[in-house]
């Protein structure tokens, strides 16, 4: 069974640090993009950082300069840096991995984890 496993949400102060975790587990072969995105109450659901499995990233604009996203590959982990962080990136902050083949399958499935809670206070 594949599941994403996220970790490293809590409540910091505006301008601090967290460092949030996600691991994709099951019978994996191969999984293409793996990234952060987030949910606010009352907003859409926003890109925060990608990164392929070649190492190429995209991070959205509200975060560029600010949050550092990595890739450990053999272990199917992706981690978000979060640094200098504002009220406003206060959200649930989902894992979410594209074009996973696993369990023997041909095919090609997106998975994302159930979310963990970063709260900014100011």
């Known amino acids: 069974q594949v599941q994403l496993v996220e970790s490293g949400g809590g409540l910091v102060q505006a301008g601090g640090s967290l460092r949030l975790s996600c691991i994709l587990s099951?019978?994996?072969?191969?999984?293409?993009?793996m990234g952060w995105y987030r949910q606010a109450p009352g907003k859409q659901r926003e890109l925060v950082a990608v990164?392929?499995?070649?190492?190429?990233?995209n991070y959205g604009d509200s975060v560029k300069g600010r949050f550092t996203i990595s890739r450990d590959n053999a272990k199917n982990t992706v981690f978000l840096q979060m640094n200098s962080l504002k009220p406003e990136d206060t959200a649930v902050y989902l894992c979410?991995?594209?074009?996973?083949?696993?369990?023997?399958?041909?095919?090609?499935?997106?998975?994302w984890g159930q979310g963990t809670q970063v709260t900014v206070s100011s």
């Open positions: 990164v392929t499995s070649g190492g190429r990233r």
């Open positions: 099951g019978s994996i072969f191969s999984v293409d993009a």
């Open positions: 979410h991995a594209g074009r996973v083949v696993a369990g023997g399958e041909p095919y090609e499935y997106d998975y």
